[in-house]
């Protein structure tokens, strides 16, 4: 039986809940229904997340064949040359945020950045948007929500870390809420600008 999917409806791939969590608000606001596909993140060493997301989503639409987004992000801490970046997932499963709070001690300059890179596939459209959250690491680890580095960041314009701010919080000011905002934004404006040219067809 063939598997049907609604023209508004894109594939997440990623494992990750509370990344799905905070994608879906955004995507229901703008229209959008996504799904959450784990198993068929690729996964590369290398040091662009561009191109670590659009591989990613490449390699995924090649077994799927169907609407798909993909997201990468990485923390650049400036005092440590921006460690960890497009390697921060493997960084906090091996150090976790005690490693990197120890990595910064004695450091007084703790300005750092959380970047995210979306890749969205939706044929005939490829998208790749970017989001950046500026911030401070904090002296100590804050907060129970969110998930990976959340507790030692503090975005710019606040006082508390990511993981003591609710998903609604976190997206006013999160790169990864930014640069979703974005793709499907951009998304929504083409699919609504190629429905005008088929109604005007002859």
Do not use: W
């Not at 950045?113 to 948007?129: A, C, D, H």
């Not at 976190?170 to 609504?192: C, D, F, G, I, P």
């Amino acid at each position: 039986m063939k598997d049907t999917a609604s023209p508004d409806e894109i594939l997440f791939i990623t494992g990750n809940k509370h990344k799905y969590g905070e994608v879906l608000p955004i995507a229901d606001e703008l229209g959008f229904k996504v799904i959450m596909k784990p198993g068929y993140k690729l996964e590369i060493q290398s040091n662009s997340l561009e191109e670590i997301s659009l591989t990613a989503a490449l390699e995924a639409y090649k077994y799927l064949k169907k609407p798909l987004m993909v997201e990468d992000a990485g923390l650049f801490i400036n005092a440590l040359n921006d460690f960890p970046g497009p390697y921060s997932s493997y960084v906090f499963k091996t150090l976790g945020c005690s490693g990197i709070l120890k990595l910064m001690s004695g450091i007084t300059i703790r300005n750092a950045i959380f970047r995210s890179v979306v890749t969205l596939i939706y044929p005939p459209f490829l998208i790749i948007e970017q989001g950046e959250c500026p911030g401070t690491i904090a002296g100590e680890k804050r907060g129970e929500k969110g998930f990976g580095f959340d507790p030692i960041f503090i975005p710019e314009g606040d006082n508390r870390t990511f993981a003591e701010m609710s998903i609604e919080e976190k997206n006013l000011y999160s790169h990864r809420a930014k640069a979703v905002r974005n793709a499907l934004q951009k998304l929504k404006k083409l699919l609504e600008k190629t429905s005008d040219i088929n109604l005007n067809a002859p």
